[in-house]
């Protein structure tokens, strides 16, 4: 069955520490790789995807993810939190094929700490 | 450019009304998803559209659960007759074919007494 996996419930970081948040994934063929991010009574907003290309993946808020095929990893990192930070994250996955939807991971907690 | 508009933004019911959340997805999409965010299950996809078509109702939970999308603007998801176990977030989603980054609306706080 194709899945996302993110192993952490919850990351806890101090403010201007390195972060990441893990993924896993797994599908088949090439997939599509995608980060969001969800503020607290706030819908989903787009971080970040992979499609093809360079491994490593910039997106908004200085986030960027890092595509390892061999491991079927997308973990996404941050050098140096903020306490803004803080939110729930998701990884989603597009398996290759045509008109499918986004598979979900069951998010992450980050907390960033002053 | 509005993004996905959602409606209502809270809803309050009792056990067995019926429930209709709304949404118009972002001009020019013609894939619309809708999810459902529990505490217990994370996000739900419950049933996708595309060019209007139903493609994969798959996590539709029952019967009592149904949607339409019945030009390219606009959605609906009704539960009837909704049960206190209904009660979550419900998001609405679109996409543009070929540009594959979903946009979420802000969702649809359901409570069902």
């Known amino acids: 069955a194709q899945s996302v996996a993110q192993p952490e419930d919850q990351v806890n970081v101090a403010e201007g520490n390195p972060l990441t948040v893990k993924c896993t994934y797994s599908v088949s063929g090439n997939p599509y790789l995608f980060w969001y991010v969800q503020y607290p009574n706030r819908g989903l907003q787009f971080l970040l995807k992979y499609i093809t290309g360079d491994n490593l993946v910039k997106g908004s808020y200085g986030f960027e993810a890092e595509f390892n095929k061999s491991q079927t990893s997308f973990h996404l990192k941050k050098p140096s939190a903020l306490v803004s930070d803080s939110a729930l994250y998701f990884c989603?996955?597009?398996?290759?094929?045509?008109?499918?939807?986004?598979?979900f991971g069951k998010g992450t907690t980050l907390s960033v700490s002053s | 450019d509005a993004g996905v508009i959602q409606s209502p933004r809270h809803e309050v019911t009792e056990m067995g009304q019926e429930v209709t959340l709304r949404c118009k997805p972002i001009s020019g999409h013609n894939s619309l998803f809708w999810y459902r965010q529990t505490m217990m299950r994370g996000l739900e996809l419950l049933i996708y559209f595309n060019n209007n078509v139903p493609i994969d109702d798959s996590g539709m939970p029952e019967d009592r659960f149904s949607a339409k999308m019945p030009n390219a603007s606009f959605s609906t998801l009704k539960i009837q007759p909704s049960e206190p176990r209904d009660s979550a977030v419900y998001f609405c989603?679109?996409?543009?074919?070929?540009?594959?980054?979903?946009?979420f609306g802000p969702g649809t706080r359901l409570l069902v007494l």
């Open positions: 989603a679109s996409r543009r074919d070929l540009q594959e980054t979903q946009y």
């Open positions: 989603a996955v597009r398996p290759y094929q045509a008109g499918t939807a986004l598979i």
